[in-house]
C-alpha cells in the first residue's frame, strides 16, 4: 500500500535522524528507532487487529523502506546540521497523516465498523512516535500536555471514513484526510493551538 509506505519512510527516518543528532547511539540505535518509529505502529495495529501475521513482518517492501531510510539519515542527515530536529518534527508530522489513513484503510478493508477502524487508525499513526520517544527517553509527543498529536490523527481518520461514508472516491477520501491529519499537527506547531486541558484548583486560585 503506497500510503503506509509513505508512513513508513517517514516515520523511520525520524526515527533515524534523532538518534544520528545524538552521540550516544550507534548503528545499532538508529536502526532500533527507525523501526520503531516507522513500524512501531503498524505492529501494535496490526496485533490488536488479529488479521494474521502483522504486515511489517510478512511485507518486505516494508523492511526495506525502513532500510532505505536508515541509510538516507546515516550518509545524508549530517547536512541538515542545525535543521535536524526541526525536520524531525516536520517529518513526524507528515508521517501522522499518513499513518492515520493507512491504518483506517487497513481496518476498514478488514471489515471493522467505522469506529473501531478510526481507533485503530490512530493507535497506528501514534504508536510508532510513542515508541521512538520512549526509546530515545523523552515522553511522548501524544502525551505531552497540549500537544494537538493524536487529536490530529483523530481528525484524520474520521475525515477518511466521513468521505467514504460520503461515496468519495478512495484515493480523494485518503488525499483529503492526509491533508486534514497533518495539516492539522503541522498548524498546532505553527500557531500554538494546543489541546483542551481539565482546569486544576491552582489554576482557578490563580485566575481569582
Do not use: K
Not at 493507512?102 to 515508541?131: D, F, Q, Y
Not at 461515496?167 to 491529519?181: D, K
Request: glycine letters at 12%.
Amino acid at each position: 500500500m503506497t500510503v503506509e509506505v509513505v508512513a513508513i519512510f517517514s516515520g523511520a527516518l525520524s526515527g533515524a535522524l534523532l538518534a544520528r543528532s545524538r552521540r550516544e547511539y550507534d548503528i545499532v540505535g538508529m536502526a532500533a528507532l527507525a523501526f520503531a518509529a516507522g513500524l512501531g505502529g503498524s505492529l501494535t495495529r496490526d496485533v490488536l487487529l488479529q488479521q494474521g501475521t502483522p504486515l511489517a513482518l510478512t511485507r518486505g517492501s516494508y523492511l526495506a523502506t525502513v532500510a532505505t531510510a536508515l541509510v538516507v539519515a546515516w550518509f545524508w542527515g549530517h547536512h541538515l546540521g542545525e535543521h535536524t530536529a526541526r525536520s524531525i518534527v516536520l517529518l513526524d508530522a507528515l508521517g501522522l497523516g499518513w499513518f492515520a489513513v493507512a491504518g483506517t484503510l487497513r481496518c476498514t478493508s478488514a471489515g471493522l465498523s467505522a469506529a473501531s477502524s478510526v481507533l485503530l487508525g490512530v493507535v497506528g499513526a501514534v504508536g510508532g512516535g510513542i515508541l521512538r520517544d520512549i526509546l530515545s527517553n523523552q515522553v511522548p509527543a501524544a502525551f505531552r500536555r497540549g500537544e494537538l498529536y493524536a487529536l490530529a490523527a483523530l481528525a484524520g481518520a474520521l475525515t477518511l471514513v466521513t468521505c467514504r461514508a460520503a461515496a468519495l472516491s478512495e484515493v480523494a477520501s485518503a488525499g483529503i484526510a492526509i491533508v486534514v491529519g497533518s495539516g492539522i499537527r503541522l498548524a498546532s506547531l505553527r500557531f500554538g493551538w494546543r489541546s483542551p486541558e481539565p482546569r486544576r484548583p491552582s489554576e482557578s486560585r490563580e485566575a481569582s
